[in-house]
């Protein structure tokens, strides 16, 4: 994509260097491990309740065209802040590159129960914010499939143990992907 401008790039703006947030600024002097710790606490992690992913914009568009991904992120992330709901808010949102269902986009699943939707334009979102993320209502009409995941269960050992193992069962086998 060299040389050309991003979709999204402000043409008054782009190329003049972008102001640092409170947190950029914050962020930036840490050390990468407090940084870390730091950021999780901002954007709400230890209060979620519901974490909504989003193919929106992937490298390689197969569920939708770029632009209705772009816009429903941006319109998922919108709503969010609009109604409080992110940063603290209990609802975690994520811009996935692909979720690999790769058809009948833009692709959304929410956990903890594990609902796939389809087709997520910005009447489908908002009712997935409404029904779903804060009723806690499944949107049938645009439920793709379920699948609630069963495991997740970690010792709190230690302040630093939600990343270790809680027994043979939770072994890692090998890196993520
Ligand atoms: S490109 Fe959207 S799920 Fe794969």
């Not at 640092?20 to 901002?42: M, T």
């Not at 009409?141 to 269960?153: D, M, P, Q, S, Y």
């Amino acid at each position: 994509m060299s040389g050309s401008r991003h979709p999204e790039a402000d043409p008054v703006t782009e190329g003049v260097p972008r102001r640092r947030s409170p947190w950029e600024e914050e962020l930036a002097g840490l050390p990468p491990n407090l940084a870390a710790e730091r950021k999780a606490q901002l954007i709400g992690v230890a209060n979620a309740r519901r974490h909504i992913f989003l193919c929106a914009d992937p490298t390689k568009p197969k569920c939708a065209p770029a632009e209705r991904g772009r816009v429903a992120w941006k319109y998922l992330k919108g709503r969010l802040a609009e109604l409080g709901l992110q940063d603290d808010g209990s609802i975690l949102r994520t811009r996935a590159d692909c979720l690999r269902i790769c058809a009948d986009g833009p692709i959304a699943v929410v956990y903890p129960e594990g609902v796939w939707y389809r087709r997520c334009d910005p009447p489908v979102l908002e009712r997935i914010v409404q029904e779903h993320l804060l009723g806690g209502r499944v949107v049938e009409e645009h439920r793709l499939t379920t699948r609630e995941l069963a495991g997740g269960v970690v010792s709190p050992r230690s302040p630093h143990s939600d990343l270790e193992s809680s027994g043979p069962e939770g072994a890692a086998s090998g890196p993520d992907r």
